[in-house]
């Protein structure tokens, strides 16, 4: 079956300490993105990459970087940069560039906390 | 920027109907979506509406009217497993595949 898988499920930082969240997807998608969701939240986009060796900031980037080297893979670190980085981290893909009414896939999430 | 409201927590009855609403303000209109979030999960889409007018798909429907930006979610015939958080969202900067704006999501508490 083709999906999105992000791993790992739960990750804990220390203290200046960055750490890259894994986001794999067989779908074949042209377009990947990252959200951060927060308790009672909605997602806020943090990365998004609509092809491959490309990718345009959200509305929360600082702090974030991402690579898009390969279609399946969309890998984002989270730096000492950002000062609030516990949050639920969700990856998501659709088809790709010019398709509005194309949904988006998610996968099922890292859980990160600070120690 | 973009902005989306939507209340915080409907409560409703199993086997009831109950409407999500959602108003919006951007600056272009590309349609707006719904999604499904079981607690802990990872969303799901459940509609789409670029057009004016009621989408139907099984027991959920989706509205949409453009003159007022405004659209609901229309849950009939409700099941226990139909308990999540939903939101609407629309595109983040009026382009294809550029990611999503969401409202802060509707908590639905369905009563047995």
């Known amino acids: 079956d083709g999906g999105i898988t992000q791993s790992p499920k739960y990750l804990f930082r220390k203290e200046g300490q960055n750490v890259t969240l894994s986001c794999e997807q067989n779908?074949?998608?042209?377009?990947m993105y990252w959200y951060r969701q927060d308790p009672g939240q909605g997602l806020r986009l943090i990365y998004y990459?609509?092809?491959?060796?490309?990718?345009q900031k959200g509305d929360i980037a600082e702090g974030y970087s991402v690579s898009r080297e390969k279609k399946e893979s969309f890998p984002l670190t989270v730096t000492s940069a950002q000062k609030n980085p516990t949050a639920f981290y969700l990856c998501?893909?659709?088809?790709?560039?010019?398709?509005?009414?194309?949904?988006?896939?998610f996968g099922d999430g890292t859980r990160l906390s600070i120690l | 920027g973009q902005s989306l409201e939507q209340p915080s927590e409907v409560t409703a009855v199993e086997g009831a109907i109950v409407q999500i609403n959602c108003t919006y303000q951007?600056?272009?209109?590309?349609?707006l979506s719904w999604y499904q979030q079981h607690d802990g999960g990872a969303p799901t889409f459940l509609s789409y509406?670029?057009?004016?007018g009621l989408e139907e798909t099984g027991r959920f429907s989706s509205f949409l009217s453009r003159s007022d930006s405004y659209g609901y979610l229309l849950l009939q015939e409700l099941q226990m497993k139909d308990s999540a958080s939903y939101f609407c969202?629309?595109?983040?900067?009026?382009?294809?595949?550029?990611?999503?704006?969401f409202g802060k999501g509707t908590h639905l508490i369905i009563q047995p």
């Open positions: 779908l074949n998608h042209d377009a």
């Open positions: 998501a893909s659709s088809r790709g560039p010019g398709l509005r009414d194309q949904p988006q896939h």
């Open positions: 990459s609509q092809i491959v060796n490309d990718f």
């Open positions: 951007t600056s272009g209109f590309y349609g």
């Open positions: 969202a629309v595109p983040y900067s009026g382009g294809g595949a550029d990611g999503l704006t």
């Open positions: 509406n670029a057009l004016d």
